[in-house]
């Protein structure tokens, strides 16, 4: 269900869309016979306490179906990701694996690393949190190369800060870095706005068909991908707030299950326009605009950013892996 909201929200305008809508619509589209769709692949493994689904838009028939653009979406349930302090080697290994899956296969041409969001906003200073994280490496090939590690490739980071406070839509601000560095490959890491209670931070999505910032929470900004920047763009993100409408929809979807459980007759029908309606009155004090996140949101942050900078490092470079991981990122 997507809310678009009236006004534009500057300290959160960099939330992106949720990656993992390709996974539900797939399993919509299925229906209950559960036959596959022309032109969609679906992949699921099952790691301890990890569930990994992968959606693959294969050709222009699954795109249309889908309406989705051709391309990988993985999406990694992981629903203890922030209350398991050892989780981080396991989860940043299988990420590390799937990202590998995307990249160019030349190990040795600058990579790109964008950290979306606005680090004054903690539910959305993932991005610049992973940057923060990550050791950038491009400038030491340039002018101490003899220092270079050789388990290391050319990498170099920005974070671009949001438009609310830059003044720059933040794809100018990208595109003109990559005119600079000729970047083989973007990875844009973001915070996104989640499809379901359930999704908030509990998942990370992967897609390598870029990301349109701000989309999340109705703040349309340029799109970021191949068309846009000239090379191919991979687009990390975790869903860290949630449309209070959505929370309705699924309490009262909830009850309604209740009293269907409990053969209660004469059970209303509830669809997108009622919910809707009903949100624009419990919120109308708030123009029916309002997105909520966890208390605990400053920990899960910082866990995640530490587990998607460790697997970006195991998938770029080539010496890095799970083992050494600790030693290239802060």
């Not at 490959?185 to 390598?208: E, K, P």
Request: charged fraction near 20%; include cysteine.
């Amino acid at each position: 269900m997507t809310i678009n909201l009236s006004a534009p929200n500057t300290a959160l305008e960099g939330l992106g869309s949720t990656l993992d809508l390709a996974s539900e619509a797939h399993s919509l589209l299925r229906g209950a016979e559960n036959k596959e769709i022309p032109g969609v692949q679906e992949d699921v493994e099952q790691f301890p306490g990890i569930k990994v689904n992968t959606i693959t838009i294969l050709d222009a028939q699954g795109e249309k179906v889908m309406g989705r653009k051709i391309g990988s979406y993985i999406t990694m349930e992981v629903p203890d990701i922030g209350h398991k302090k050892d989780i981080l080697t396991q989860v940043s290994s299988i990420l590390a694996k799937k990202l590998r899956t995307l990249l160019p296969k030349d190990q040795s041409s600058t990579m790109l690393l964008i950290g979306l969001g606005n680090n004054q906003a903690t539910p959305d200073s993932l991005g610049p949190e992973v940057v923060n994280l990550t050791i950038a490496t491009r400038h030491i090939l340039t002018y101490a190369p003899e220092e270079m590690d050789k388990n290391l490739r050319p990498v170099c980071t920005l974070a671009p800060g949001v438009l609310g406070i830059t003044g720059i839509e933040t794809a100018e601000i990208i595109k003109g870095v990559v005119e600079h560095v000729h970047p083989i490959c973007i990875i844009a890491v973001d915070s996104l706005a989640a499809a379901s209670i359930q999704r908030v931070g509990t998942t990370i999505q992967i897609s390598n068909t870029g990301i349109n910032p701000g989309a999340g929470i109705g703040n349309h900004r340029q799109p970021i991908n191949i068309e846009s920047m000239g090379v191919p763009v991979i687009a990390i993100g975790v869903p860290t707030v949630v449309n209070t409408s959505i929370i309705i929809y699924e309490t009262l979807s909830s009850l309604l299950e209740y009293w269907s459980e409990k053969g209660y007759k004469k059970i209303p029908e509830i669809n997108k326009d009622t919910v809707e309606n009903i949100s624009q009155k419990m919120l109308s004090a708030l123009e029916g605009n309002m997105v909520v996140t966890p208390k605990e949101i400053d920990q899960l942050v910082m866990c995640v950013s530490r587990i998607i900078a460790a697997g970006i490092a195991q998938a770029v470079h080539p010496g890095v892996n799970e083992e050494n991981y600790h030693l290239y990122i802060r």
